[in-house]
């Protein structure tokens, strides 16, 4: 009997709630098919119009505890091989998922409802809206196993809590609680354990409410802005613009606004 998916997928109108499936693992990403799962996953969400919100959690009692350490011991899996094919698992493999979920323009809201340690840590900075358990914790904990960061962590954390702070997590490895997360910007909220995923799925919902094709050129302009100067960004932001003003929505968006009724958008 083939193994069951790594992720499982519900949806709740324009919401996808997706969870990662290896309680026994702490949602370890330990096998390349998990990596293709993520980036199919994400492809079939920006194919899918009708998607507005994702958000993105694990089974169990962790969020993701990144690389199996056993699997490393006994270099097998994705860990297995010579330093040039390695090289090329973690490029054809693990860094499948910061590229599908940098490149994925549905918004992405992480329900934290454990450890987040490792790539587990970096794949919440991949989403765009981090909420966190009170019983979160998060590590960057590479330097810890003699690695580093492989999943472009180096990339993700200074770029969301600063590079004072995002040197402190990477080269000490140590574990920080939900309040200090708050405190970092990490996350954007810290809720009691059985609310985490209730929250962010609020979230997704209010993010949901709006029109698709506003938010996922929102989410595009912040993700380009990162890495653009000012003039090339207010280009990017015209041209987006001039694409928006011209959909079915934007204009039942203001006839709504203007009529003091519920908009009903058709995602064209």
Request: proline share 6%; aromatic share 6%.
């Amino acid at each position: 009997m083939s193994e069951a998916p790594f992720m499982i997928v519900e949806r709740k109108g324009p919401v996808v709630i997706a969870t990662l499936n290896r309680p026994d693992t702490r949602n370890a990403i330990t096998e390349i098919a998990y990596s293709e799962e993520i980036a199919e996953f994400c492809a079939s969400m920006t194919r899918d119009l009708t998607v507005r919100a994702i958000v993105l959690t694990g089974a169990g009692s962790a969020f993701c505890a990144g690389g199996n350490v056993h699997h490393m011991a006994e270099r097998k899996g994705m860990f297995a091989g010579a330093p040039f094919a390695l090289r090329n698992t973690y490029r054809t493999g693990i860094q499948m998922i910061p590229t599908a979920l940098y490149e994925l323009e549905v918004p992405v809201v992480a329900a934290v409802n454990g450890p987040a340690v490792g790539a587990g840590l970096d794949l919440a900075c991949m989403c765009d809206i981090r909420i966190a358990s009170s019983r979160a914790r998060f590590a960057e904990s590479f330097v810890k196993l003699g690695i580093v960061p492989g999943d472009g962590g180096a990339w993700l954390l200074p770029r969301i809590i600063g590079m004072a702070r995002a040197s402190l997590l990477t080269l000490t490895g140590d574990m920080i609680d939900a309040a200090t997360a708050l405190d970092y910007g990490l996350v954007a909220e810290v809720v009691p354990p059985e609310e985490v995923l209730p929250r962010a799925i609020e979230i997704a919902e209010a993010i949901a409410a709006n029109p698709g094709h506003a938010t996922r050129l929102a989410k595009r302009l912040l993700r380009e802005g990162q890495d653009m100067k000012l003039a090339p960004l207010l280009e990017l932001s015209a041209a987006y613009q001039a694409l928006a003003h011209h959909t079915f929505d934007h204009g039942e968006a203001v006839a709504a606004f203007l009529e003091s009724r519920d908009p009903v958008y058709r995602d064209e």
